[in-house]
C-alpha cells in the first residue's frame, strides 16, 4: 500500500493563478481530509469528505474549493492564489469519523 | 473562545530522562485526544488515542493521560532517545474533526 500520495511536492504560484492539489489514498478509507500548516503552527482544517459526492467546509475554507468524486481521490483547489495561501499543505485519510488519520506528506506551497 | 495549547517552548532533555509535553483546552469538551508525531518536512504520524473515559494509555515507551475535569492531557516518552527528537502535536476531537494544537518540539540531546 502506498498509503496517501500527494502532488506536487512543490509549487511556486504568482499572485492569481490557479492549481489543484492532487491526493490518493488506496486504503478504501472513507474519510478524507485537507489542512494547511503555517511554520509554528498546528494544522488548520480546511474541506473535509465523509464519502464520495459529500464534501464539508473546516475551519479556513475561504479561497479553496473540492470534489470528491471517488473513495481515492480528494483534489484541492486554488482559484486565485494569494499570498495569505503560501503554506504546506496535508491530505490525511481515515477509516472512521474522529478516528487515527493517516497523512500524506504533504505540499510546499508558495504564492509570490 | 476555544483553545488549544501546548508548551510553546522547545523542551530539551537528556537521553534516557523523561520528557512529559503538556496540552491544554479551553471551552471543547471531547470525546477524545489523540498525539502525533511530526518530522521535519512531514506529515504527522499518529502515535496514541485516548477516549475521555480512560484516565490513562501506553504504548511501549509513551504514556498519555486525559484529565477531562482539569482540561488537560501529558504525554510522556520514558527513557527517552535522540531519535525521540520531533515536534508533537495533540489533538481533540470536535464533533468526528480533529482540532490541532501548535504543536511542543522535542530535543532530546545524547
Known amino acids: 500500500n502506498a498509503g496517501v500520495t500527494q502532488t506536487p511536492k512543490f509549487r511556486i504560484l504568482k499572485i492569481g493563478q490557479s492549481m489543484t492539489l492532487q491526493c490518493t489514498q488506496d486504503?478504501?478509507?472513507?474519510?478524507m481530509y485537507w489542512y494547511r500548516q503555517d511554520p509554528g503552527m498546528g494544522l488548520k482544517l480546511i474541506y473535509y469528505?465523509?464519502?464520495?459526492?459529500?464534501?464539508d467546509k473546516g475551519e479556513v475554507p475561504n479561497g479553496y474549493n473540492v470534489s470528491r468524486s471517488t473513495t481515492e481521490d480528494f483534489p484541492l483547489r486554488l482559484e486565485l492564489a494569494a499570498p495569505s495561501q503560501t503554506s504546506v499543505y496535508f491530505c490525511?485519510?481515515?477509516?472512521?469519523?474522529?478516528?487515527?488519520?493517516?497523512f500524506g506528506p504533504g505540499t510546499r506551497l508558495t504564492v509570490l | 473562545s476555544q483553545k488549544i495549547e501546548q508548551n510553546s517552548e522547545a523542551l530539551n532533555i537528556q537521553e534516557g530522562k523523561t520528557a512529559t509535553l503538556t496540552c491544554n483546552y479551553t471551552?471543547?469538551?471531547?470525546?477524545?485526544l489523540q498525539w502525533y508525531r511530526q518530522d521535519p518536512g512531514r506529515g504527522p504520524v499518529f502515535l496514541l488515542l485516548?477516549?475521555?473515559?480512560?484516565k490513562e494509555k501506553r504504548k511501549e515507551r509513551l504514556k498519555v493521560t486525559f484529565d477531562t475535569t482539569l482540561k488537560q492531557s501529558l504525554f510522556h516518552i520514558t527513557a527517552s532517545q535522540p531519535a525521540d527528537s520531533a515536534t508533537y502535536l495533540c489533538?481533540?476531537?470536535?464533533?468526528?474533526?480533529?482540532?490541532f494544537g501548535q504543536g511542543t518540539e522535542l530535543s532530546v540531546k545524547p
Open positions: 489533538a481533540l476531537d470536535q464533533g468526528g474533526k480533529l482540532i
Open positions: 485516548i477516549r475521555e473515559n480512560e
Open positions: 486504503m478504501n478509507h472513507n474519510y
Open positions: 471551552n471543547y469538551s471531547p470525546a477524545y
Open positions: 490525511a485519510s481515515s477509516p472512521l469519523a474522529g478516528g487515527e488519520q493517516f
Open positions: 469528505s465523509v464519502g464520495a459526492g459529500i464534501t
